[in-house]
Protein backbone atom coordinates (compact mmCIF):
# COMPACT_ATOMS: atom_id res chain seq x y z
CA UNK A 1 0.00 0.00 0.00
CA UNK A 2 1.16 3.46 -0.42
CA UNK A 3 1.20 5.92 2.17
CA UNK A 4 -1.64 7.57 1.32
CA UNK A 5 -3.92 4.61 1.43
CA UNK A 6 -2.36 3.56 4.64
CA UNK A 7 -3.41 7.38 6.19
CA UNK A 8 -6.46 7.25 4.89
CA UNK A 9 -6.94 3.66 6.12
CA UNK A 10 -5.58 4.96 9.32
CA UNK A 11 -7.86 7.70 10.01
CA UNK A 12 -11.16 5.79 8.53
CA UNK A 13 -10.86 3.29 11.16
CA UNK A 14 -10.50 5.49 13.77
CA UNK A 15 -13.32 8.02 13.08
CA UNK A 16 -15.68 4.96 12.27
CA UNK A 17 -14.50 2.98 15.11
CA UNK A 18 -17.81 2.59 17.97
CA UNK A 19 -15.35 1.69 20.74
CA UNK A 20 -12.22 3.62 22.86
CA UNK A 21 -9.95 0.77 21.50
CA UNK A 22 -8.69 0.76 18.15
CA UNK A 23 -6.98 -2.35 16.03
CA UNK A 24 -5.50 -1.87 12.80
CA UNK A 25 -5.09 -4.68 9.78
CA UNK A 26 -1.85 -5.98 9.55
CA UNK A 27 -1.99 -3.89 6.55
CA UNK A 28 -1.60 -0.70 8.41
CA UNK A 29 2.26 -0.65 8.89
CA UNK A 30 3.21 1.15 11.87
CA UNK A 31 6.98 2.69 10.86
CA UNK A 32 5.22 4.42 8.39
CA UNK A 33 2.50 6.29 10.31
CA UNK A 34 4.77 6.07 13.60
CA UNK A 35 5.32 10.42 13.23
CA UNK A 36 1.34 10.83 12.00
CA UNK A 37 0.51 8.96 15.76
CA UNK A 38 3.19 11.07 17.98
CA UNK A 39 1.55 13.91 16.61
CA UNK A 40 -2.30 12.90 17.31
CA UNK A 41 -1.30 11.90 20.91
CA UNK A 42 0.47 15.48 21.06
CA UNK A 43 -2.64 17.39 20.33
CA UNK A 44 -5.07 15.34 22.23
CA UNK A 45 -6.81 13.16 19.63
CA UNK A 46 -5.40 9.71 20.69
CA UNK A 47 -4.60 9.18 24.23
CA UNK A 48 -2.23 5.83 23.62
CA UNK A 49 -0.74 3.49 21.45
CA UNK A 50 0.84 0.12 21.24
CA UNK A 51 1.84 -3.15 19.47
CA UNK A 52 0.57 -6.50 20.26
CA UNK A 53 1.00 -9.57 18.27
CA UNK A 54 2.15 -7.41 15.49
CA UNK A 55 -0.97 -5.42 15.36
CA UNK A 56 -1.12 -1.71 16.13
CA UNK A 57 -4.25 -0.59 19.14
CA UNK A 58 -4.85 3.05 19.60
CA UNK A 59 -6.98 4.28 22.30
CA UNK A 60 -8.69 7.20 20.72
CA UNK A 61 -10.22 9.95 22.23
CA UNK A 62 -14.09 9.77 21.74
CA UNK A 63 -14.95 13.78 22.75
CA UNK A 64 -12.61 14.89 20.04
CA UNK A 65 -13.98 15.27 16.32
CA UNK A 66 -11.76 15.78 13.35
CA UNK A 67 -11.75 16.18 10.40
CA UNK A 68 -9.07 15.32 7.15
CA UNK A 69 -8.34 17.61 4.25
CA UNK A 70 -6.40 16.05 1.58
CA UNK A 71 -4.59 17.77 -1.72
CA UNK A 72 -4.35 16.04 -4.94
CA UNK A 73 -1.52 18.50 -5.98
CA UNK A 74 2.00 18.81 -4.20
CA UNK A 75 1.72 22.37 -2.16
CA UNK A 76 4.82 23.75 -1.18
CA UNK A 77 4.77 25.79 2.06
CA UNK A 78 7.22 28.76 2.98
CA UNK A 79 8.27 29.74 6.55
CA UNK A 80 5.83 32.73 5.96
CA UNK A 81 2.68 30.61 4.41
CA UNK A 82 2.82 28.29 7.87
CA UNK A 83 2.49 31.39 9.91
CA UNK A 84 0.05 33.00 7.82
CA UNK A 85 -2.06 29.41 8.35
CA UNK A 86 -1.49 29.17 11.85
CA UNK A 87 -2.39 32.26 13.11
CA UNK A 88 -5.80 32.16 10.93
CA UNK A 89 -6.81 28.93 11.74
CA UNK A 90 -4.84 28.00 15.15
CA UNK A 91 -7.18 24.93 15.87
CA UNK A 92 -5.88 23.39 12.79
CA UNK A 93 -3.33 20.41 12.58
CA UNK A 94 -0.91 21.17 9.46
CA UNK A 95 1.00 17.88 8.47
CA UNK A 96 4.36 19.21 6.46
CA UNK A 97 6.80 16.65 5.07
CA UNK A 98 10.31 17.80 4.91
CA UNK A 99 13.96 15.82 4.33
CA UNK A 100 14.14 15.80 8.33
CA UNK A 101 10.61 13.72 8.55
CA UNK A 102 6.97 14.60 9.06
CA UNK A 103 6.12 17.50 11.12
CA UNK A 104 3.03 19.32 12.46
CA UNK A 105 2.90 22.84 11.60
CA UNK A 106 3.87 24.63 15.02
CA UNK A 107 6.84 22.05 15.32
CA UNK A 108 7.67 23.89 11.94
CA UNK A 109 7.78 27.12 13.50
CA UNK A 110 10.24 26.71 16.40
CA UNK A 111 12.72 25.19 13.68
CA UNK A 112 11.97 28.25 10.85
CA UNK A 113 10.83 25.37 8.24
CA UNK A 114 9.42 25.17 5.61
CA UNK A 115 7.71 21.88 3.33
CA UNK A 116 5.42 20.39 1.29
CA UNK A 117 2.17 19.79 2.66
CA UNK A 118 0.36 16.23 3.32
CA UNK A 119 -3.07 17.46 5.05
CA UNK A 120 -4.81 19.01 7.53
CA UNK A 121 -6.36 17.88 10.75
CA UNK A 122 -9.20 20.11 10.88
CA UNK A 123 -10.20 19.86 15.18
CA UNK A 124 -13.69 20.71 16.84
CA UNK A 125 -12.75 23.91 17.49
CA UNK A 126 -11.61 25.15 13.81
CA UNK A 127 -12.85 28.30 12.00
CA UNK A 128 -13.66 27.13 8.74
CA UNK A 129 -16.02 23.96 8.59
Same mark, same amino acid.
Given at each position: MTFKKDVSLFFNLIKTSR?? /???????VKYYKIRK?????LKYGIIYSYGLSNNNLYIYRNNYVTFEILY?? /?IKYLSLYKIKSFISKNPHNIYIVSTSMGLFDGKDLLKLNLGGYLVFIIKTKGSLIR
Open positions: EN /KVLFPTTIIQILFN /K
